[in-house]
């Protein structure tokens, strides 16, 4: 499970700082809006894949909904 599912995303996420700070749950640490360019009530490992891979969640879950509607331009 760790080499096939979590270290793929994992061994990206040196690649944000911003989410390693946020990972570190420090005091100071960056909001979720800062970091995830969403606010939800919880994240899960789908999440961090869809992070790594657009460099935000905002944007993959856009695409989502733009999809879902039928209105997705490229």
């Known amino acids: 499970m760790w080499f096939s599912h979590y270290k793929p995303v ?3 996420v040196s690649n ?3 989410m ?3 990972l570190e749950d420090e005091e100071d640490k960056p909001s979720d809006l800062e970091v995830w360019g969403v606010e939800n ?3 899960i490992l789908t999440d961090l894949k869809k992070f790594v891979d657009n460099g ?3 944007l993959a879950e ?3 909904v ?3 509607s039928g209105k997705l331009l490229l």
């Open 10 to 12: 994992f061994s990206k």
């Open 62 to 64: 856009e695409l989502v």
């Open 56 to 58: 935000t969640l905002a």
């Open 16 to 18: 944000y700082p911003l």
């Open 41 to 43: 009530p919880t994240y």
């Open 20 to 22: 390693v700070e946020w």
């Open 66 to 68: 733009k999809k879902s």
